[in-house]
């Protein structure tokens, strides 16, 4: 059955590509972005891209209740995936009270906006990284979690709100997707990551160098109890990730309540496999230097994906390789960002 979704953060990485699969399949899309990390000009793509228009994009900080009061208002709203929060590991270090403000005031502001219009399904984007520093691998949903950086936190105590509000209002369906580290773009290279300023996740950072707007990539620690030292992550095609969350919006009235749950693909790769594995998609090897561990990191967190695949029989279907081929083909395209289109 189409919807209308409310995508908050929809200009954004994940967001752009999720709204291109939701139009795809026939749902109206309303994004709420205050654009402080991305373009509007995704959102142009996003529309080309799908051959069809958003129903709406309001330029709208969440925490404004105000402006969010009224997107509701305008819209008839039948379910929201919740991306807009800042999500970087090493920045939560230093200013980790934008963290707690943004992410858990964000989700605050969002969930009595819900509360007020009668919208009782969500999707929110929550992390692997509220596993922490853990020597399980993989990591399943039951594990307990132990954040070891503001932003880790702030994601953890999102998700204990979201489970307090569905006990206090069973009528609430909420699914928490705790993705591993998506990369990646659309194979189409129209949509892809456009970090403001300078990159903080290892990929976009990668591919500013490939096309010469950085010198080279600093790889943070070569000491940890890894194969190579390097710190591990499972790397999750963005497209995987975007149909993930589509396919949850077809499960929030499966049940109510709050359910986690991973998305991942299952295996690891370690930071200088993936800077082996995006230099031979770029056809050249990228710069790099090993530098000191980042405050804040944790040697490896790899997803057991078995509990999504067997709830909906959903598994990712794109591998390392073509996670990098996108990423380069966008980059190549697109060597200053939406701003070079
Ligand atoms: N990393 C790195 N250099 C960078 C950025 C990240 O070596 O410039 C490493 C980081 O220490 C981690 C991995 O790459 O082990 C993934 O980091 P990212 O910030 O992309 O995602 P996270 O796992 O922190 O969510």
């Not at 591990?232 to 749950?261: C, S, T």
């Amino acid at each position: 059955m189409p919807q209308t979704v409310l995508v908050t953060g929809g200009a954004g990485f994940i967001g752009s590509h999720t709204c291109v699969e939701l139009l795809d399949h026939g749902h109206d899309v309303v994004v709420v972005d205050d654009h402080s990390n991305s373009s509007p000009h995704a959102l142009d793509a996003v529309q080309k891209l799908a051959g069809r228009p958003l129903a709406g994009a309001h330029r709208v900080d969440l925490r404004d209740r105000a402006a969010l009061d009224s997107v509701f208002a305008a819209h008839d709203v039948d379910a929201v995936i919740h991306f807009a929060a800042k999500k970087a590991v090493g920045e939560s270090m230093r200013i980790p009270l934008d963290y707690f403000d943004v992410n858990i005031g964000g989700t605050t502001a969002l969930l009595c906006a819900m509360h007020e219009h009668g919208v009782r399904r969500l999707v929110f984007s929550s992390s692997c990284s509220i596993y922490g520093d853990t020597a399980t691998v993989p990591l399943g949903e039951d594990e307990p979690a132990g954040p070891t950086n503001p932003y880790a936190r702030s994601k953890h105590i999102c998700e204990q709100l979201l489970g307090d509000a569905c006990r206090r209002y069973p009528e609430l369906s909420v699914i928490a997707l705790r993705y591993f580290n998506p990369i990646g773009a659309h194979p189409s290279g129209m949509i892809g990551e456009d970090p403001t300023g300078v990159p903080n996740n290892v990929l976009p950072y990668m591919a500013q160098v490939a096309v010469g707007r950085l010198d080279e990539l600093a790889v943070f620690g070569d000491d940890y109890p890894t194969p190579d030292g390097t710190c591990v992550r499972d790397y999750v095609h963005v497209v995987d990730v975007a149909d993930g969350h589509r396919v949850a919006v077809d499960h929030l009235d499966d049940e109510a309540g709050l359910r986690v749950l991973n998305l991942g693909t299952g295996t690891g790769a370690s930071v200088l496999e993936l800077v082996a594995r995006f230099s031979a998609a770029v056809g050249r090897p990228i710069p790099y230097r090993i530098a000191d561990r980042r405050a804040g990191d944790v040697p490896i967190l790899v997803a057991d994906p078995s509990r999504v695949a067997a709830a909906w029989g959903w598994r990712t279907t794109r591998d390392l390789a073509d996670m990098c081929a996108d990423a380069w083909k966008f980059q190549r395209s697109h060597p200053h960002g939406y701003r070079s289109a």
